[in-house]
């Protein structure tokens, strides 16, 4: 009882409603729109729900192994949806959210605490190390993505070949990221915010939180094969290109929880966490989800994913690492430079709307 009074408190939970209305909207068969509406939303809240149960784990695990529990179920929830749409055989929309949730984390979420950070308190500064560091490890996965793609086209139509490349530049991109893990958990790279700083949820018992972390996964696992099973009639509906669904979409309904927590930790001058989220949540897509889902891909999917992406995802990727990089490396930020960032994602997002598939 005490763990639903302290989820009625809070305010993003009673999205939990759309839960049973997906499952109605699917079985009165009210049209693919709907029935994606009601699942991207329900997936908001149990996307906290994980989040807050995982922070809750955390505490009581002790700092080095919550910051690595933390850092696997980061990006959970978007996780299982493409794991569903891998099912589905739809790597194109896997793709685009790979790029997308990148894109996302460092031009919306970063723009948007940066604006309202900045306008509530000023100049803020965080830790110019472990910013540089983040900008370096998010400038080396975009080599590591850009590679497969230019190689692509260079020996056209060896697919078998280009296989194989994503198959070891993942393990790469598996291997640095697992070095970087180790050395932020033994502390080296200095201004992390400790588990005492992080915004937590609900303060649970580990039974409960542990329960609690099991349900919103298989709830998050059934409402994505949902959400993923009217992707295309929502996409043919509504008149959007599945790279728009993708790009900008799927990442803002995975992460939203993730996000909140971003902007108001800015809004509330702790500029060093809101900078942290942001730049290791783009991190974890890039350097572990993305190569994750190479592997899953052999085993659950009918086609193997590969690294191969659009040339203006790329594009798109590129121009939000380096610009974010400019903002993140000087160690402060002003409400000016989240103006910016949200003018890039606004530029991109326009652009995928009209890019034709």
């Given amino acids: 009882m005490a763990a639903l009074r302290s989820l009625g408190r809070q305010p993003l939970y009673y999205l939990l409603l759309f839960m049973p209305l997906a499952l109605l909207a699917e079985l009165a068969g009210w049209g693919g729109t709907l029935i994606f509406a009601f699942a991207a939303l329900g997936i908001v809240p149990l996307a906290k729900l994980m989040g807050d149960s995982t922070e809750t784990l955390a505490a009581y695990t002790g700092p080095r192994v919550g910051g690595l529990l ?54 803020q500064h965080f830790h110019r190390p472990t910013a540089g560091l983040a900008a370096s490890q998010l400038t080396l996965a975009v080599i590591a993505l850009a590679i497969p793609t230019a190689f692509s086209a260079a020996i056209e139509p060896n697919h078998h070949a280009v296989e194989l490349l994503s198959d070891n530049v993942a393990l790469v991109m598996l291997a640095i990221y697992a070095l970087y893990l180790v050395f932020t958990l033994q502390g080296q790279a200095g201004g992390s915010p400790s588990l005492a700083e992080i915004e937590h949820g609900p303060r649970w018992s580990k039974g409960t939180a542990l329960t609690l972390l099991l349900l919103s996964t298989v709830a998050i696992a059934w409402l994505s094969e949902v959400l993923v099973g009217a992707v295309e009639e929502a996409v043919a509906t509504l ?25 108001t930790s800015a809004v ?58 400019l903002i993140a490396l000087d160690g402060e930020s002003n409400w000016v430079e989240g103006a910016q960032l949200l003018a890039v994602f606004l530029i991109i997002a326009i652009a995928f709307y009209f890019l034709p598939v």
């Avoid at 929830?77 to 685009?96: D, H, N, Q």
């Fill in 70 to 123: 933390n850092a696997t179920v980061g990006n959970a929830a978007e996780l299982i949806i493409t794991i569903a749409a891998i099912r589905a055989g739809l790597l194109g929309l896997v793709k685009a959210s790979i790029t997308g949730s990148i894109i996302t984390n460092l031009l919306l979420v970063m723009g948007t605490a940066v604006l309202a950070g900045g306008l509530r308190n000023g100049l």
């Fill in 239 to 263: 008149g959007l290109s599945e790279f728009f669904v993708g790009v900008i979409i799927i990442p803002i309904v995975g992460n939203a929880a993730e996000h909140f927590v971003a902007i």
């Fill in 268 to 325: 509330r001058n702790k500029m060093e966490l809101s900078m942290t989220i942001s730049l290791s949540s783009s991190m974890q897509i890039a350097l572990f989800v993305a190569p994750l889902l190479v592997f899953i891909s052999l085993f659950i999917g009918p086609d193997q994913l590969d690294l191969v992406f659009h040339p203006f995802e790329l594009a798109a990727l590129g121009a939000s690492t380096f610009i974010a990089s």
